[in-house]
């Protein structure tokens, strides 16, 4: 990790969590990722590394992963990031593929529905990769909730098989036995990662 960058993966809540704060030192600029829950708390590490928050970037919509926004928002000004296609309220859609910058740091969305239709997974600077609830470390997001869909997923994962093996894995929550692992360990060790095709994929994630 580029030593101008500030990166602090953050514990939040009772389902576990994490959180993300993203920086450039030399800026101040900086994003929080998924603030549901302790926001008192993310601001306050914000401020403490003298971090000015500009931006408020989603995952996906669910309630533990968007509640603390507007309180976010309305301590910093900072405008809420998502897929396009979420119905929650936003200030800035993105597509796949699309780019922002935080200060000389580069994000870039991917599209990864499955868990819920608006996820995606971003990839930070070339070092790590915040997945949501697309992808827990020895896990994967559950598709038995209201727009979920495993057929996607499956793609969704193809997506990021073709990613840079060395990127880290940045979960949603803090399900593994770790809190983050390298995207290529992931693909040869998460179960939920084993090569299979779109329907026995599928199969597999409709099992109890």
């Known amino acids: 990790m580029n030593e101008g960058i500030y990166f602090e993966q953050v514990l939040v809540g009772s389902y576990r969590n994490f959180s993300y704060i993203l920086g450039d030192k030399d800026t101040h600029s900086a994003a929080v990722f998924d603030p549901a829950w302790e926001v008192e708390e993310l601001y306050s590490i914000a401020v403490k590394n003298k971090l000015l928050v500009k931006y408020i970037i989603n995952t996906h919509a669910h309630f533990d992963h968007i509640d603390g926004n507007m309180a976010l928002k309305e301590k910093t000004g900072a405008k809420i ?21 935080i200060g000389s740091v580069d994000l870039r ?34 598709v038995d909730l209201p727009g979920g869909d495993s057929s996607k997923l499956y793609e969704s ?5 073709s990613l840079d093996p060395r990127l880290v894995v940045y979960p949603g929550h803090d399900y593994g036995k770790t809190p983050n692992s390298t995207l290529g360990e ?20 409709s099992e109890p």
């Open 81 to 101: 990031v998502m897929h396009e296609s979420s119905k929650a309220k936003k200030d800035i859609g993105v597509g796949d593929g699309d780019s922002l910058k």
């Open 109 to 142: 969305f991917i599209h990864t529905p499955g868990h819920s239709p608006e996820s995606m997974c971003i990839v930070v600077n070339g070092f790590g990769l915040i997945t949501g609830d697309t992808l827990f470390i020895g896990e994967c997001g559950r």
């Open 157 to 161: 994962f193809e997506k990021l098989r």
């Open 186 to 205: 992931q693909i040869k060790t998460n179960y939920t990662m084993a090569k299979r095709t779109k329907e026995e994929f599928m199969k597999f994630m």
